[in-house]
């Protein structure tokens, strides 16, 4: 029996001295409101705020669009196609030197978590030209979707206000979500979306019941002052839902499993075209050679080409899939061309820089396969006219299931089709085709859930410095020794006192010979007391003495391995929803290494990013900033080496 516990932290001394408040706080600090107020006051602010840009964001596409794809090409002259093919050229042009100046348009929205976890700041100046640069990029018919900058600029909204108020950490991620809520619920005009689509991809589970009405409140004031701004009509319109017979529901399992392919399809899509843009794909090894400002013309043109021949593939697309929910004249040839073509012209231009989100696009593929697959089912199988709906209302379905299956929120998806149909009898459907779609996707391609949700939402997310360095990052340099070891042959009641003592959850439970035979908990031990209650009384004091660690602990663990990268053990952990790993030899003895903590490793990632901020520092001359040359400032992290690198 050995307990190895590291000492207790020293409580810093700040000299009685207090971090200057800033001047938001200050006024709050006098008016003394409640804590609860002022979230609420704050997301009624985000709401606002978010609304107004996003109503803007929308009305400056509008004048984009009119100018580059209708008056320009007006000047140029009727019948001239090549002009068709300059207008994204053009564009792609603009957002290069926009990418040039800026050198970059800052984080996306998994950086801004990151921010809103940390004490990164965010610029206004980049955020603002980041929308700019969509703006110009969907003017100008880049394949993408208004949707991911709209949330983008609700996010940056409530980091923005959560650093200028000083917030706590927990409530900057809180008025993150508020404002990437806002933002959706104001480009669709689904506030109910919105606030599923903040509570499912933004907070996950980190959410409390008290986040609900923060996030709600944000989103009905967004969505009430777009409403104002651009009228009470949704994103597009959509016809009204038949239910034709009960018997349709197979039908619709069927366009879930064909949505679940063109999701992977899709996202894949987008990862090599960002990688063959960065010239990462052994064939295409000169692309990166070509300077950054000029990826977006080359998507551009690449973009303006293909419009030449499919028109509908420029700009967000919402006029071809109303037409489709319509029922218009979309031949089977022409559907399936235009899914294959605006998958892969969406992947060009986020792969070369332009700026947009995948929402709309994602949308425009499901009507595509929806309306396919729904002229194609009376010509396959044997079913009378009238007995199956029409095509568009399984567009409708397949725009939810691919969504839900790309971006990984089903429940986001669902709740949008039915805001957008604003009819029940959908609900039905859309659930098995949603479920089976995302269920098929997870299953076939699994993927760590939170950074390829939001990069399949379209977020530009860009890499957190923490999860890069750990992807570097071997078990043996996260694992720590700090853990108490059990004898399997100890009284259970002996056990309770050490874990006690300790102040331990758990530990584990190892032989004579040191080897690891089982973990037990403070949960097993309440259960092992709880049985004896359950006896007689002459039979208590003998069950206690005789039942020992060995009786009760659990034996089937996973393990990590010294040499294995941190991310494949962390996979391990999160498939069974484990918070520590025992490690081992990899030579079958068991022989007890450390132990691997989910809390060590984010503490870790957190130091990396620190120790990378404060080198250059570190690294200066004493007489230049006097300071003394005191060795107790040198950092000793286990990842030293590899963020160096």
Not at 76 to 90: F, Y
Not at 529 to 555: F, K, V
Request: with cysteine.
């Amino acid at each position: 029996m050995s307990a190895r516990l590291s000492p207790d932290p020293v409580p810093l001394d700040l000299g009685g001295v207090s971090p200057p408040a800033a001047p938001l706080t200050s006024i709050l600090n006098r008016l003394q409101p409640s804590p609860e107020t002022v979230v609420l006051l704050l997301a009624v602010a985000i709401g606002s705020g978010t609304g107004l840009a996003v109503v803007l964001f929308h009305y400056l596409i509008e004048i984009g669009h009119h100018l580059m794809l209708e008056d320009l090409m007006g000047l140029i002259g009727p019948g001239q196609a090549w002009a068709l093919a300059l207008i994204p050229s053009l564009g792609g042009l603009i957002v290069g030197l926009m990418r040039w100046h800026w050198r970059d348009f800052g984080p996306g929205l998994s950086s801004l978590i990151g921010l809103a976890q940390g004490s990164g700041k965010v610029s206004p100046l980049k955020a603002t030209a980041k929308a700019g640069a969509a703006v110009v990029s969907l003017g100008s018919g880049a394949s993408l979707g208004p949707e991911g900058p709209s949330v983008e600029i609700g996010a940056n909204i409530g980091v923005f206000l959560g650093q200028a108020l000083q917030v706590s950490q927990e409530r900057r991620r809180l008025l993150l979500g508020a404002g990437a809520a806002a933002g959706l619920a104001a480009g669709f005009n689904a506030p109910i979306a919105g606030v599923f689509f903040a509570l499912e991809v933004v907070l996950g589970t980190t959410f409390a019941t008290s986040a609900v009405s923060v996030v709600l409140l944000a989103a009905v004031v967004s969505a009430l002052i777009a409403q104002i701004g651009q009228g009470g009509q949704p994103a597009f319109t959509l016809p009204s839902y038949e239910v034709r017979s009960p018997f349709e529901l197979p039908l619709y399992l069927g366009l879930g499993l064909f949505a679940s392919l063109v999701a992977i399809a899709y996202t894949q899509a987008i990862r090599l075209a960002q990688q063959g843009f960065e010239g990462q794909i052994p064939c295409l090894p000169w692309m990166a050679k070509i300077p950054m400002p000029l990826r977006p013309l080359l998507g551009g043109v690449c973009v303006g080409l293909v419009a030449l021949q499919f028109p509908q593939v420029l700009g967000i697309g919402y006029e071809t899939v109303e037409a489709m929910l319509r029922d218009a004249q979309f031949s089977i040839p022409l559907l399936v061309a235009l899914l294959i073509v605006k998958l892969l012209m969406t992947a060009v231009s986020l792969g070369s820089g332009l700026v947009g989100g995948l929402f709309a696009p994602a949308m425009f593929l499901g009507a595509s396969l929806g309306a396919a697959y729904g002229k194609i089912i009376p010509l396959v199988l044997p079913i009378a006219p009238g007995m199956i709906a029409a095509p568009p209302a399984y567009a409708m379905v397949g725009m939810a299931a691919v969504l839900a299956a790309s971006a990984r929120a089903p429940l986001t998806a669902i709740l949008l089709l039915f805001e957008l149909t604003r009819d029940y009898r959908i609900i039905l459907p859309l659930m098995a085709a949603v479920g089976l779609s995302v269920w098929l996707v997870e299953r076939l391609k699994p993927i760590a859930r939170n950074a390829e949700t939001l990069q399949s939402a379209g977020l530009n997310v860009q890499a957190d410095q923490g999860q890069e360095i750990l992807r570097h990052l071997s078990v043996g340099q996260a694992m720590q020794q700090n853990f108490l070891t059990l004898l399997d042959s100890l009284p259970i009641i002996q056990a309770g006192m050490e874990l006690t003592h300790h102040q331990f959850p758990s530990a584990l439970v190892v032989d004579e010979a040191n080897q690891l035979v089982g973990i037990v908990t403070l949960q097993d031990i309440h259960k092992a007391i709880a049985a004896w209650e359950t006896n007689p009384a002459s039979s208590q004091m003998a069950a206690s003495r005789a039942q020992t660690l060995a009786d009760i602990a659990t034996s089937d663990l996973l393990y990590a391995y010294k040499d294995e990268p941190v991310s494949e053990a962390l996979a391990r952990m999160a498939a069974r929803g484990l918070r520590q790993l025992p490690v081992v030899d990899r030579n079958g003895s068991q022989r007890l290494l450390g132990v691997l903590d989910q809390d060590r490793i984010n503490l870790i990632g957190k130091l990396a990013v620190m120790e990378r901020s404060l080198t250059p520092y570190l690294q200066q001359d004493p007489a230049e900033d006097g300071t003394s040359d005191n060795p107790d400032i040198a950092l000793n992290l286990p990842i030293k080496e590899q963020s160096a690198a």
